[in-house]
């Protein structure tokens, strides 16, 4: 899509330096890191989020990609989180389907932020 980052970093519109790539993903870092390692990896094709007909070899190129990622940026041992936000209520802003890999520091325990007043 002519109007999608990910698309244009995908065709190298937008310059990225790969943490991790192959035919099928690309993995660089994210632009706004929320933890010391915030890795993002995106299939080279677009598709909108998780809910979109993404092929099983992509979904499988995209996990398969989560340890490298992790191995790469040295978080294989200590640990780390994998995101895929998915919609409105997900805070998803780049519609183009991608995977959170987020570490480098305790996450804590719980996977969500309680909504104000709970
Ligand atoms: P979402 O909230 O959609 O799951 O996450 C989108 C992520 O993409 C955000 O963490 C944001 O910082 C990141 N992002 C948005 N635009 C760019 C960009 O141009 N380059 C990189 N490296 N990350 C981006
Ligand atoms: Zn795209």
Same mark, same amino acid.
């Given at each position: ?23 099928? +993903? /690309?993995?660089?870092?994210?632009? %706004?890191?929320? !933890? ?10 677009? #598709? *909108? ?8 070899? +992509? /979904?499988?190129?995209?996990?398969? %990609?989560?340890? !490298? ?10 640990? #780390? *989180? ?37």
């Amino acid at each position: 899509m002519s109007d999608c980052v990910f698309c244009m970093i995908a065709s190298g519109e937008i310059p990225s330096t790969p943490v991790y790539e192959d035919e099928t +993903v /690309l993995a660089f870092d994210d632009i %706004a890191p929320q !933890a010391p390692v915030h890795t993002l990896i995106i299939p080279r094709a677009h #598709y *909108r989020d998780i809910n979109d007909s993404v092929p099983d070899e +992509v /979904l499988v190129a995209l996990l398969r %990609a989560v340890p !490298a990622v992790a191995a790469a940026k040295g978080v294989d041992a200590s640990g #780390y *989180r994998v995101i895929v936000n998915t919609g409105d209520d997900a805070g998803q802003t780049v519609h183009h389907l991608h995977v959170h890999v987020i570490g480098g520091r305790s996450l804590g325990e719980g996977m969500v932020r309680p909504a104000e007043g709970e």
